[in-house]
């Protein structure tokens, strides 16, 4: 019944009516309440693209839409770059299961940290709803040591709710230079119907893709106001696309890790 956006007897609106309400509502709250470290994770980015450093975003299993969301993409930074290892990203992974069991293993980030192009002066936007499993925990960590300005996005509510699955006792929230609270409910599931066994419709890609798009076009606005032209791609379907592109990666080309 929700896929078919069927009436949903018990508020007299639609499935799907009820879904896009939710999402604006959770839009609008992300838009209004994190203007602030919207703004200040936007001039950490341009700082950093200033300085000569590189940009990088990770999520594991469904956070890692997110990220890919703002790498190679028309109008998004061309420093960004995808954090990534075999099993996390996304679901192609077999069985899927395996990478929500990867992200509870300790040591897996220290180790896909150690074997990056990350280095000091860079900066890290790492992205998990829950922010309690070992690997974002890990990652921000580790990342801070080796000199690396992180940016969390995350559910600040799992961590008044939820209990830390790191050593640490922490979450990801705790280690990080800034964080964008998505505003996600426990469960991530926006709906529920008395014919429904359980929650669905989660909306926490929606948002966490908008925070992310917000930074980064904040981000190109710095950049502007400091007199730097933002590193900017176009998109190949566009005439002069490819062309604007190929001048983007030929100076910029050391910083840039998805064509290579």
């Not at 956006?5 to 896009?20: A, E, I, N, P, V």
């Not at 640490?168 to 709906?191: M, N, R, Y």
């Amino acid at each position: 019944m929700g896929d078919t956006g069927g009436t949903d007897f018990t508020t007299g609106g639609t499935l799907s009516d009820r879904f896009f309400d939710a999402a604006i509502r959770l839009l609008e709250r992300a838009r209004d309440e994190e203007a602030e470290t919207v703004r200040a994770a936007g001039g950490l980015l341009a700082d950093t693209v200033a300085s000569g450093g590189r940009l990088f975003a990770f999520g594991a299993g469904h956070s890692s839409l997110a990220a890919q969301d703002v790498v190679y993409r028309a109008g998004g930074l061309a420093l960004m770059n995808l954090l990534a290892a075999p099993g996390l990203v996304g679901v192609d992974v077999m069985p899927a299961t395996l990478g929500s069991a990867l992200e509870r293993v300790d040591g897996l980030a220290t180790a896909v940290l150690d074997s990056s192009p990350l280095r000091a002066g860079d900066a890290l936007v790492i992205i998990s709803l829950s922010g309690r499993n070992a690997l974002p925990v890990e990652m921000a960590m580790r990342a801070r040591e080796l000199g690396v300005r992180v940016i969390g996005v995350t559910s600040v509510a799992y961590a008044a709710e939820t209990s830390p699955r790191h050593s640490s006792g922490t979450f990801l929230k705790d280690h990080c230079d800034i964080v964008l609270d998505s505003k996600i409910a426990i469960g991530d599931a926006e709906l529920t119907l008395d014919t429904v066994p359980a929650p669905f419709a989660p909306a926490s890609t929606v948002v966490t893709s908008a925070l992310l798009q917000a930074v980064m076009a904040t981000a190109a606005g710095a950049l502007a106001d400091r007199g730097i032209d933002p590193p900017l791609l176009r998109s190949g379907n566009v005439d002069g696309g490819l062309a604007w592109n190929d001048e983007v990666f030929e100076k910029y080309g050391e910083r840039i890790f998805y064509r290579r």
